[in-house]
T-cell receptor
């Protein structure tokens, strides 16, 4: 079974600085997708970024980028120029390409942004 | 383009009552997924449905829980004879196809007294 681990229950960052959230996963599949979702206090799940495992290039979305290390099964999220609105729970998620369509989530990292 | 709709947003039930949670997928999406989030935890997959079919219910508790996605109307997650342990946030997600990105609704927070 696939597992996703987020080893940092809480992180804090100063406004305008950069922070990296860690995620590791375990799978025997070769083709899969990885995601970061943001959950603000409203509890809405918002897709931040998506990475296809077959792509070597790391995905980027404006201030958000990932460091995808397939051999190490690591998928970290970097947030640059942190803003107060970035404060939220962040969940890393995995989905196999063919073996079912469920998302497997990590336990989450609470990010606090200090003004 | 409306997103995934869920209602009610908050639902309070007493032990032994039934809870019905509704989910309307995004326009053009025919794949629906239900997830449960217990306090201070990540989301856990429950069930995956396409129109009129349950594709994967490996995450559903064996008793009291059921889900459907009829040809017309929203997907329904039904919990019979609720217990306090059912208190959680229930999220629905939808996707256009089986390998497309899943977009989430705002969730239904169920409280069992």
């Amino acid at each position: 079974a696939q597992t996703v681990t987020q080893s940092q229950p809480e992180m804090s960052v100063q406004e305008a600085e950069t922070v990296t959230l860690s995620c590791t996963y375990d799978t025997s599949e070769s083709d899969y997708y990885l995601f970061w979702y943001k959950q603000p206090p409203s509890r809405q799940m918002i897709l931040v970024i998506r990475q296809e495992a077959y792509k070597q290039q790391n995905a980027t979305e404006n201030r958000f980028s990932v460091n995808f290390q397939k051999a190490a099964k690591s998928f970290s999220l970097k947030i640059s120029d942190s803003q107060l609105g970035d404060a939220a729970m962040y969940f890393c998620a995995y989905r196999a390409h063919n073996a079912g369509n469920m998302l497997t989530f990590g336990g989450g990292t609470r990010l606090m942004v200090k003004p | 383009n409306a997103g995934v709709m869920q209602n009610p947003r908050h639902l309070v039930r007493r032990r032994g009552q039934e809870a019905r949670l509704r989910c309307s997928p995004m326009k053009g999406h025919s794949h629906v997924y239900w997830y449960r989030q217990l306090p201070e935890e990540g989301l856990k997959f429950m069930v995956y449905l396409q129109k009129e079919n349950i594709i994967d219910e490996s995450g559903m508790p064996k008793e009291r829980f059921s889900a459907e996605f009829p040809k017309e109307g929203p997907s329904i997650l039904r919990i019979q004879q609720v217990v306090r342990g059912d208190s959680a946030a229930y999220f629905c997600a939808s996707s256009r196809g089986p390998t497309d990105t899943q977009y989430f609704g705002p969730g239904t927070r169920l409280t069992v007294l």
